[in-house]
């Protein structure tokens, strides 16, 4: 598993990082903090990516 920084996840989502720590505050994405700083699973966001994608019908 690996785990993407804050700066990493921006990048991979394109997105910048005070979005990222919107949706941490709210708890729209899954996270982890570790030593006080927030970490992020790549497989995790992948998954939550696809459990939130709207497909054209």
Known sequence: MKLLTIN???NFLQ???S????WVHKRE???VKLGGK???SQDEIQEY???NSVSNL
């Open 8 to 10: 990493e996840l921006s």
């Open 15 to 17: 997105t910048s990082k």
């Open 19 to 22: 979005t990222i720590y919107r």
């Open 29 to 31: 994405i899954p996270f």
């Open 38 to 40: 927030l970490l992020f």
């Open 49 to 51: 990516i696809k459990k």
